[in-house]
């Protein structure tokens, strides 16, 4: 997970210890004096201001002593003072920036069980059947009835396209949108055939030649940055499509999906930056307790979106809304599929929703998908 800056507990000043002082001034007179007297080869009857300079002299020498040790108590205490108010600021400081998110204003996800926004409802509904996977030579297949042929690359070429078409039946007009940047998970042939059909479907939007590379929870980093403090019409997209093959160390049917996001800095549900899990050096429950804190909980939410994850002993409801029945292997796309379907979970029940995914980094990364301030 992303480590909170910690500081060690500055040392408690130490108070003088007035009766103390007070008591090693009196009894350093009072020694002074016996001293005086009993000196043989000093004379008994010295004039009294000599001796009244003597003591004069200790006192002053004893004030001064005091002094400086009450000045040394007060700076050591200002100094704690001022270290504990620096390190509330930091922390508080990084909380904040940990906890800013950015808003799904708009997404489309095309797979073996929806294509549709009522259909990725649905898969929330307790009467909601998972599709049939097909039986191949290579193995068991979930893929599209809308795509056709067996090569990989020509398959999500044309799942690219399909991606931006049902874009344009569910958002005929995007109103002027021009991304300020573009990620994209997939190969670079199919990243052609989506911009090739975004400018026949929407001329107005210019997209880049080669988009930015989609690298799990640290590219979603980089969008919540780049997207804090923006102009309330930035957006930012991203998009991914995969078809997988049967026989790639996957216990699930080979399965393929495209989707796509469209980012801003408000007016949906709220993306939160997420907690990464590395097993090597992580404990899980300490992980997953940082994730809920991240976003103001107490308890898990009551609703998880997740694949199977066999490292992954949460006491979350990840067992409620498994989709492995539903979209087969994704590989790289697992994990944005999964918080595009907690994202249309959140935005259903109006609750904060879970998820628990994989990463091209980490183990898997875990999150909270927040409901819109807005519509609650």
């Known amino acids: 997970m992303k480590p909170a800056p910690e500081y060690r507990p500055y040392p408690e000043p130490r108070e003088a210890r ?180 975004m400018t026949k479907s929407f001329p107005q939007i210019e997209l880049p030649e080669k988009p930015e590379s989609w690298e799990g929870i640290f590219s979603l980093d980089s969008i919540i940055d780049r997207l804090h403090g923006a102009p309330a019409d930035a957006r930012i997209l991203c998009a991914g499509c995969q078809s997988w093959s049967p026989g790639q160390g996957s216990h699930l049917p080979a399965g393929e999906a495209a989707l796509l996001w469209l980012l801003g800095p408000q007016g949906g549900v709220g993306f939160t930056r997420g907690e990464w899990f590395d097993a090597d050096t992580e404990q899980l429950p300490t992980v997953a307790e940082r994730a809920l804190q991240q976003s103001k909980l107490t308890s898990p939410p009551s609703v998880c979106v997740s694949f199977s994850q066999a490292d992954a002993p949460l006491d979350w409801n990840t067992g409620q809304h498994l989709l492995d029945a539903n979209f087969g292997a994704l590989g790289g796309l697992e994990g944005m599929v999964v918080q595009t379907l907690a994202a249309t979970c959140c935005e259903l029940q109006r609750v904060p929703c879970a998820w628990v995914a994989s990463d091209p980094n980490y183990t898997f990364v875990l999150g909270v998908m927040e409901p819109d301030d807005s519509t609650i």
Not at 83 to 112: C, F, M, S
Not at 118 to 147: C, E, W
Not at 149 to 172: F, I, N, S, T, Y
């Open 18 to 197: 007035y009766s103390r002082w007070f008591a090693v001034g009196a009894a350093l007179l009072v020694l002074t004096r016996l001293i005086w007297i009993e000196a043989v080869d000093l004379p008994l009857n010295l004039p009294p201001f000599l001796q009244l300079y003597l003591v004069g002299a200790l006192s002053a020498l004893w004030l001064l002593a005091f002094l400086v040790r009450v000045l040394a108590y007060c700076l050591d205490w200002h100094s704690a003072r001022y270290y504990e108010k620096n390190a509330n600021q930091v922390q508080q400081g990084w909380w904040e920036h940990h906890r800013q998110k950015v808003a799904l204003i708009d997404t489309v996800l095309v797979g073996p069980a929806c294509t549709n926004p009522l259909q990725r409802q649905a898969l929330f509904s307790a009467d909601h059947r998972p599709p049939t996977p097909q039986s191949t030579p290579g193995g068991a297949t979930l893929k599209l009835l809308q795509v056709f042929g067996d090569d990989l690359v020509e398959r999500e070429r044309q799942l690219a396209k399909l991606l931006v078409l049902q874009w344009q039946a569910q958002r005929p007009d995007p109103c002027g949108l021009q991304p300020l940047a573009c990620y994209w998970q997939g190969s670079l042939s199919a990243w052609r055939a989506f911009a090739e059909q």
